[in-house]
């Protein structure tokens, strides 16, 4: 029982992710009608982000302490960030601790900003062309910014550890009413899945409850109509491309701690979102959430050693396996709609 | 007995009867005529025939067969060919590759490995194929990409497709839907003069009165996916259930 | 000739000329001189690879530019084709006759069954189908999943599969050669021509692969030119129409799955007779992403096309891989030291190891500005000049498909 828990646990933080980014391509796909190959690039730059941000926090300048001394004698070279200089250091350190969080502030508005850019400026173009065109643009800009940020970054993976008081571990048997400590769960996880889940919330409380949400839904179903209507859906549906662009960014973000960024993250975790949205049901957005969620908890079982000693290395492939039988049995995915993407 | 025979068709979509109990029999040799209001199921029941839809319950029967299970490729080689709304043709190859493939289905069936010999050593298929666009009146336009054919063309290419595989059956889904007058009457000629050439028979949906009783022998009226009257064109005329089915909601 | 007309047969004997010239093509520059170290490209294990790339996007060719349908995962076929070659080096002999049948018919039965079961949908999710069999083939083979189940080594998971001295070799005589060879030629010996400041080399294995690239081709065109290509050209224009015209299309598609998978099969046997190791990450799926790029580049659809397009990509990687500062130092030596710096600063990040940047913004360029690729703006091109001579407006006659 306690393995059991702790696997669908585990199984979250990964389905987290998954659903967040699967998520964001479905409100792409959805709104725009366009498969878009780049988006785990988008969840990649939201990582790097968190990056910049820890990075820009611990820009330091160098005094030399006549107090204190090397090895060798020689007065020690202290750096101090400029952030403790100018706040007290007390105040300092404690925002550089925090600066995973706090590049959730900086990432909505780029990621804002890149999304209309991306839509606006390439995406636009291809609305008439065919899908395997779209497929091969966004493909080749997905290779770009992997490339950009390695070029940037390097190609190692970057450590972005979560503030110290997230560190350790939450013994989630305890609340369950089991014995202490028979299912410790790292605490960032937990934060990441709750943070998860208030974003998937506010995604759907915006589409369900504001009437701007409401035209969007209305537009996905029938873009032609709601055009007829003298509402500009077109600059609406940028927006949810913004909008689906941030959603990745913070999954990024957040995600950093977890999993230390490198420049080939995005496409790792591309082709499972993929899998995912297929899986869910194209243009599903409670298809892909269920799917990213079932799937994350599905790879975490597969891991468990027993699991393994039966089969070895089912973790792996999995989801691809799920993936193949849904797509033959339910060809729309579990929750998909009718004619989407049919031919 | 007619060529085809439809007995008790019925197909649900969720809480709508699209089809309820229809029967349909068409005598070979004639033009027969489906008409009836919008979501009367012409449709559905066409879209039955060609196997794209398998109903819940009842029989179609064609030239002695049952049509039902089958794929349309199957449904095809028994010798039932279907003209869409909006001509579908081969857009991106010319207009010559476009009746070479109904030759080469004609002769070879729906599937065979044909080696890696050249298209132009077929001299067979490449006659027929000629023969077929001799009889339209588009073998100068042979050479060109279909889709840079007028819609006119673009239906008379599609007929030849057809044609050239000899079915027994030709259904027509609304030929002449979003034509022009004059289109309407080239399209009505163009199948009067292929009735009069081969022995065939016809089976138009169509909206448009004029195209029907122009055409038809026999018509059937299809009302809310039940089958009205079937009568000769001059009894459906003045047929006061005819009226009423399509006229019925104003006049009440 | 050869059951080919006159404009396709021009092609193909461009096609040999450039594949059996190529030692002498590929290396313009004398030997020593700093363009030569830079821009010839015709040394043997470069000049593999754009014959065995070129079979490998032919191939995919057969697939995505008859049909539409694109595969995103075909560098599987390849890495299956490696891996069964490598273990009749391991099994047999160093003989590269049955290594090279063996990799196509194994790639062969894996695209029966993977293209039987991806046909079954089309459009994106055929893309997707193929993907995810394309990445558990790679987690199979990355972790040795399927030899673990079976209780020996299959893949040799990271480390890669090669030959060693205990492998049986059951036909390994005393005097067989130790590297690949074709009944005793052997794959890496070779002949160098020094003539002036040039020298060109001449190697068994390149033009033991070129041979193959001139059948593949070959067969290509053929393929392209029969009814079957026909057929296949016809489902990507209109499936419904070809349903409702009493084709069975999934036959014709499932052949043409099959073929590219044997091509496929062939490239990896070809790589694997070059050098006899493989290792998972052939099958990775950027490999597969390449393969695309390279289709799309030179032309999908076309028949020169992708030979061009594995080409270019190759050489390019090639060039800009080895180009780094002090390189372009030298060549912009000539300008004020200033602008050099700046021009230098400039193109840094797109040389070196910035060979996938470059990659990522040609592909993106090609898809928006020529979705034709290379040969559709080579046409193009050609149109203007032709335009210019004569004022003929007949050009109702064009193939679709060169």
């Not at chain 3, 039987?116 to 040795?144: E, H, K, N, P, W």
């Not at chain 3, 950027?286 to 076309?302: D, F, H, Y």
């Amino acid at each position: 029982m306690d393995a059991f828990i702790l696997q669908i646990l585990n199984g979250l933080d990964k389905g987290s992710a998954y659903a967040l980014i699967a998520l964001g391509l479905t409100l792409i796909f959805g709104t725009l009608g366009v498969v878009n190959f780049a988006h785990g690039a988008l969840f990649l730059i939201g990582a790097f982000c968190a990056v910049t941000v820890q990075k820009i926090l611990g820009i330091s300048f160098e005094t030399i302490d006549p107090t204190q001394t090397d090895f060798l004698g020689n007065p020690l070279k202290v750096a101090t960030p400029y952030v403790e200089k100018w706040l007290g250091t007390d105040m300092g350190m404690a925002i550089q601790d925090w600066s995973v969080p706090l590049a959730i502030i900086v990432v909505i508005p780029v990621m804002f900003f890149l999304g209309w850019v991306m839509e606006r400026g390439l995406i636009k173009h291809f609305y008439s062309r065919p899908h395997a065109d779209q497929i091969l643009v966004t493909f080749g800009l997905a290779i770009v910014i992997g490339e950009i940020i390695k070029a940037f970054y390097g190609a190692n993976p970057i450590q972005t550890p979560a503030p110290s008081t997230f560190i350790g571990t939450v013994d989630v048997g305890a609340w369950l009413g089991m014995d202490p400590g028979s299912v410790a769960y790292p605490t960032w996880r937990l934060v990441y899945f709750a943070f998860s889940a208030v974003i998937i919330a506010g995604v759907f409380a915006f589409l369900q409850f504001t009437t701007f949400g409401m035209v969007v839904r209305a537009g996905m179903a029938d873009r032609e109509t709601v055009g007829l209507l003298g509402i500009d859906i077109d600059k609406r549906f940028t927006f949810m491309f913004g909008l689906a662009a941030a959603v990745a960014g913070m999954a990024g973000v957040m995600y950093t701690p977890i999993l230390s960024p490198h420049y080939n993250l995005g496409m790792d975790f591309l082709v499972l979102s993929f899998v995912v949205v297929v899986v869910g049901g194209m243009g599903s957005l409670p298809g892909a959430v269920l799917a990213g969620f079932m799937l994350g908890i599905l790879q975490s079982f597969a891991s468990m050693n027993e699991v393994k000693a039966l089969i070895p290395g089912i973790d792996q492939i999995i989801i691809y396996i799920v993936a193949i039988v849904i797509l033959l049995t339910r060809p729309r995915g579990l929750m998909g709609r009718k004619g989407v993407m049919e031919e | 007995m007619g060529i085809l025979e439809v007995k008790g068709i019925n197909k649900r979509f969720g809480g709508l009867q699209a089809l309820g109990d229809v029967n349909l029999s068409v005598a070979e040799n004639t033009v027969h005529a489906i008409i009836g209001p919008n979501g009367a199921g012409k449709s559905t029941l066409l879209n039955v025939l060609v196997g794209k839809l398998i109903p819940d319950s009842g029989s179609v029967m064609f030239d002695g067969q049952s049509v039902l299970g089958r794929k349309p490729h199957e449904i095809n080689q028994m010798g039932i060919s279907r003209v869409f709304q909006t001509p579908e043709i081969f857009a991106d190859l010319s207009v010559f590759e476009n009746v070479l493939i109904p030759c080469f289905a004609k002769r070879d069936g729906s599937y065979k490995l044909q080696g890696i010999g050249a298209v132009s050593g077929h001299g067979d298929v490449h006659d027929m194929a000629e023969a077929i666009l001799a009889d339209v009146n588009m073998l100068d336009k042979r050479h060109m990409i279909a889709s840079s054919l007028s819609r006119g063309d673009k239906r008379r290419l599609e007929m030849a497709m057809c044609l050239v595989q000899e079915p027994k059956l030709l259904l027509l889904d609304e030929p002449t839907a979003g034509m022009a007058r004059a289109d309407t009457n080239n399209t009505i000629d163009l199948l009067k003069e292929i009735k009069e050439k081969r022995d065939i028979t016809m089976c138009i949906i169509e909206h448009d009165m004029h195209v029907v009783f122009s055409l038809s022998e026999r018509i059937t009226v299809l009302a809310q996916g039940m089958p009205l009257v079937e009568d000769t064109p001059d009894n459906i005329k003045g047929h006061p259930k005819v009226r009423e089915a399509y006229l019925g909601e104003a006049q009440v | 000739m050869l059951g080919l007309n006159t404009r396709d047969f021009k092609l193909f004997i461009l096609v040999c000329v450039l594949a059996l010239a190529a030692p002498f093509l590929l290396n313009p520059f004398p030997t020593a001189s700093a363009l030569g170290e830079s821009f010839n490209a015709g040394y043997p294990a470069l000049m593999q690879r754009f014959v065995i790339f070129g079979i490998l996007v032919i191939g995919f060719n057969i697939l995505f530019g008859l049909t539409g349908f694109l595969s995103f995962g075909h560098a599987a076929f390849l890495g299956v084709g490696s891996f069964a070659a490598v273990w009749m080096f391991k099994l047999l002999s160093y003989n590269v006759v049955p290594a090279i049948i063996l990799s196509v018919i194994v790639a062969g039965i894996f695209s029966v069954v993977i293209g039987y079961v991806a046909l079954r949908r089309s459009g994106i999710y055929f893309s997707i189908l193929t993907l995810a069999f394309a990445q558990m083939m790679y987690s199979i083979a990355f972790s040795d999943l399927a030899g673990k189940m079976m209780g020996f080594t299959l893949t040799n998971g990271e480390t890669g599969l090669q030959v060693y001295n205990d492998d049986p070799q059951i036909l390994m005589g005393p005097d067989s050669p130790t590297t690949p060879h074709f009944f005793g030629l052997e794959m890496n010996s070779q002949f160098t021509w020094d003539i002036g400041g040039w020298s060109f080399v001449f190697q068994n294995g390149y033009y033991f692969s070129a041979l193959f690239l001139i059948a593949a081709f070959y067969l290509s065109i053929r393929i392209f030119r029969s009814p079957m290509g026909l057929m296949l050209r016809a489902i990507k224009s209109n499936q419904t129409r070809m349903s409702y015209t009493g084709i069975n299309t999934k036959p014709y598609m499932l052949a043409a799955f099959v073929i590219s998978g044997m091509y496929a099969g062939l490239a990896g046997g070809l790589l694997a007779a070059m050098d006899p190791l493989t290792g998972a990450e052939r099958m990775f799926w950027t490999a597969s992403g390449e393969i695309v790029v390279m289709a799309i580049l030179g032309g999908v659809g076309t028949l020169i096309g992708p030979v061009l397009g594995a080409g270019i990509i190759k050489y390019l990687e090639n060039i800009v891989s080895k180009i780094n500062d002090s390189i372009l130092h030298q060549w912009f030596a000539i300008m004020p030291d200033w602008l050099d710096n700046v021009l230098v600063t400039i193109i840094h990040p797109f040389i070196g190891k910035g060979w996938h940047l470059t990659l990522g913004l040609l592909f993106m360029a090609v898809v928006i500005f020529l979705p034709g690729g290379l040969v559709q703006g080579g046409e193009k091109i050609g149109e203007l000049f032709r335009r210019k001579k004569t004022d003929d407006a007949a050009d109702g006659a064009k193939t679709p498909a060169e």
